[in-house]
């Protein structure tokens, strides 16, 4: 069977399928292997009731008009990257170390992603104007510190800063200050909205080389695009097209977790590295491996689930995975590497 080759486009992009990219590493593969025995017995475990996924806390729940939550939801997901620090020991699901960043908002505190959410929502409400991408585009330091205030600080304030100010920038030029009309654009498919947010904005083109070939994971680009589906799901809008050509979103936990089970098997120096809590180099050969692992072995759950008569979608299972990950039994860290796009 030939080697898939990532640089098949798709249509209307340049950038290669994110399938297509995550076998063609695999396959490449030097330190990072799926374990298919692992991904059987690990899907024979499963039950119907193992894919049950609570929508987000009510908390953090935004209610409003089509255009403002189209937004919202872009301007939560170019800020959706790297919560952990040097400050975080070990970034196990343990009780976190006081420094930790956290805000509190509606009478919760909260941490990490679901901090960040918080931050913005809480800024909205003080002043709507963070609704717009001239907002964003005009954001400083002091403003980025202000958005952000909390206990402890968040992480890479500098790089949400110039994501912020490209991002308003690039909406106010090219969607004329409405993701709505990116929706439109992409003719509320999923996989196509993703895919023109690689495009068109550069902090969502999660796209490195590897072995002299362009790959696309696309983490927050496509988290974007199911962000949105069910924000607009939740409040009777239209909602987006075949949410299945979704991948799962490769980031930090997933992997965590399909190591943990038995699923994926890196090789013994990354591993020690990994453990040692020794900053994994972005766009590096183990660091691309370990995540497009994390894509390919996910879609080959998908069909062994699929043989199990449990069929559910990609952005489903990702939840699952990342909702385990968390879980106190598992016992070594997540890969550390500092990254805007995941």
């Known amino acids: 069977m030939p080697t898939p080759n990532p640089s098949t486009k798709n249509s209307a992009t340049s950038l290669p399928d994110v399938r297509e990219s995550a076998r063609f590493v695999t ?130 304030p500098q790089e949400r800063q110039q994501v912020l100010n490209e991002t308003g920038a690039i909406l106010i030029e090219h969607f004329q200050g409405q993701f709505q009309n990116a929706v439109e654009q992409a003719n509320h498919q999923a996989k196509a909205l993703a895919y023109l947010l690689a495009e068109r904005f550069p902090s969502f083109c999660d796209a490195p080389k590897y072995q002299g070939q362009t790959v696309a994971i696309l983490k927050r680009a496509q988290i974007c695009a199911a962000d949105l589906h069910h924000c607009f799901v939740r409040q009777g809008y239209d909602q987006l097209k075949n949410l299945d050509e979704l991948t799962v979103f490769a980031d930090y936990r997933l992997p965590q977790y399909l190591r943990h089970v038995g699923i994926i098997k890196i090789e013994e120096g990354f591993a020690r590295r990994i453990e040692a809590q020794e900053e994994i180099a972005a766009s590096s050969e183990e660091e691309i491996e370990l995540r497009c692992a994390t894509i390919a072995a996910s879609e080959q759950i998908l069909k062994s689930l699929q043989e199990q008569g449990l069929s559910t979608p990609a952005w489903q299972l990702d939840f699952v995975l990342w909702e385990r990950s968390h879980d106190q039994a598992i016992t070594i860290p997540h890969h550390r590497t500092q990254s805007i796009y995941y």
């Open 27 to 156: 396959d490449q593969a030097k330190f990072v292997h799926v374990d298919l025995q692992a991904i059987t017995r690990w899907s024979q475990e499963q039950t119907a009731d193992s894919f049950n996924t609570p929508a987000p806390p009510d908390e953090l729940q935004y209610t409003g008009p089509r255009d403002a939550s189209a937004n919202l939801i872009l301007l939560l997901d170019c800020l959706n990257f790297c919560f952990w620090s040097e400050l975080s020991s070990t970034d196990l699901p343990a009780e976190p170390p006081a420094e930790d960043w956290k805000v509190e908002y509606r009478n919760c505190t909260w941490q990490r992603t679901y901090a960040m959410y918080a931050a913005v929502l809480r800024a909205i409400e003080d002043d709507a104007a963070w609704l717009t991408p001239a907002r964003w585009a005009d954001v400083d330091s002091r403003d980025v510190a202000n958005l952000f205030k909390g206990q402890g600080s968040i992480p890479q």
